[in-house]
């Protein structure tokens, strides 16, 4: 380690010597916000990083010239002539990075392109006008690996997964065998909030985590083609907020916390790795 404690040398085999930088303890640059940022994403293959946050709107920011580009009023409803926002949960490229995806806490999803213009959105429900969409704030979306379908999964009483085609219609609900549904709503997929999906990367698996009663976490593998589940667990070791696959898809990693601040415990901020199952 060299005397300015940030620079490491190493030797070995390879014929060579190799000069490392640690990362840095603290940030090297801040972007702030007006309020709660929910959700981040870099754009493959460019210097922009895209956020989403409280206030309904989507940044763009520069990382090259260390700047703001673009605010976008991604999910703000006008009410008696007020702007109402609504946070945005999820912030997802697409497999080709030409367009990104948002969903929110008022029920919907909309596809954006690279700039920031709406290209579709997948409406909410609507009695008698869209009765598939999500009744409740939409906390996850995921693309599949080819890029034309999407998942999206709900809380509240709803907290079920739909599957979208890139025209705006519901494919199917994956409906979970044991549970009944509450009035008013369709069969749910989770006993709790779904709070992140991820396809395989052959897209035949679809894997969700969320929320337990009991403050314990949700894992379900499901054939989301033939709206099957494969697997399921739950384990006592708070609701499931982060979902990552490893490279290899042999294992993921989770995050955990605790569903509310009424009766918090550390025990529960942790992050775990478990094998998927085949």
């Known amino acids: ?23 840095s303890p603290a940030p090297t640059r801040n972007f702030p916000h007006p309020n709660i940022v929910d959700s981040i994403a870099f754009q493959p293959n460019s210097s922009f990083l895209l956020t989403g946050g409280h206030d309904g709107q989507i940044r763009i920011f520069d990382l090259v010239k260390n700047n703001q580009v673009k605010a976008v009023n991604a999910h703000i409803k006008i009410v008696d002539k007020n702007n109402i926002p609504n946070a945005i949960y999820t912030l997802v490229f697409s497999p080709d990075g030409k367009q990104f995806l948002t969903s929110s806490y008022d029920n919907s999803l909309k596809l ?4 920031g213009n709406m290209v579709k959105e997948f409406k909410a429900h609507k009695e008698k006008e869209f009765e598939k969409g999500h009744q409740e704030p939409v906390y996850t979306a995921a693309f599949s690996p080819d890029g034309k379908f999407i ?14 085609s890139l025209d705006g219609n519901v494919v199917r609900d994956l409906a979970h065998p044991a549970y009944k549904s509450s009035p008013g709503f369709p069969a749910p997929s989770h006993p709790g909030a779904v709070t992140t999906l991820r396809f395989s990367r052959d897209g035949k698996r679809l894997i969700s985590v969320g929320d337990a009663p009991g403050n314990q976490g949700y894992l379900a593998v499901w054939d989301w083609q033939a709206g099957k589940m494969l697997y399921e667990t739950t384990m006592p070791r708070g609701v499931f907020y982060g979902l990552a696959l490893a490279p290899d898809e042999s294992t993921l990693a989770v995050t955990a916390g605790n569903r509310d601040r009424k009766g918090a415990s550390n025990d529960f901020n942790a992050a775990y790795l478990l094998k998927l199952p085949k």
Request: glycine content about 10%; hydrophobic content about 50%.
């Open 1 to 23: 380690i060299a005397g300015d404690n940030a620079s490491i040398y190493s030797a070995g085999q390879d014929k060579a010597m190799h000069v490392w930088k640690l990362a």
């Open 112 to 115: 954006w392109d690279a700039a």
């Open 151 to 164: 998942a999206s999964g709900s809380s509240g009483l709803e907290r079920i997964i739909k599957i979208w």
